[in-house]
């Protein structure tokens, strides 16, 4: 069964950077949209970015000119940057997957465990 396993974590001060990444674990056609999802303690969970499988991209707006979401379609990676970090950007990172798996038929969405991005102010 596929899974997604996210990295790049930690903490950092605001005004610094970060990157996230996230990769597919078992057997993979291919990725047809990649996002990241974030959730603070007490919030419900938004989405940060995304990117289709034809490379375009939509942002939060909270986060335009400060993330940036990539993709490496060979190795089925997905990255974010996270430039000019503010407080209330830490939340618990979470990226997900439309994939199609060996084996289906159809795409399904597969989340991550996600990782915890801390920002001190």
């Known amino acids: 069964q596929v899974q997604l396993v996210e990295s790049g974590g930690g903490l950092v001060q605001a005004g610094g950077s970060l990157d996230l990444s996230c990769a597919t674990s078992?057997?993979?056609?291919?990725?047809?949209?990649w996002g990241w999802y974030r959730q603070a303690p007490g919030q419900q969970r938004e989405l940060v970015a995304q990117i289709t499988r034809e490379e375009v991209k939509n942002y939060q707006d909270s986060v335009k000119g400060r993330f940036a979401i990539s993709r490496d379609n060979v190795l089925n990676i997905v990255y974010l940057r996270m430039n000019s970090l503010k407080p209330e950007d830490a939340a618990v990172y979470y990226c997900t997957a439309d994939l199609l798996e060996v084996g289906r038929d159809s795409y399904r969405t597969y989340w991550g465990q996600g990782t915890q991005v801390t920002v001190s102010s």
């Open positions: 078992g057997s993979v056609v291919r990725v047809n949209t």
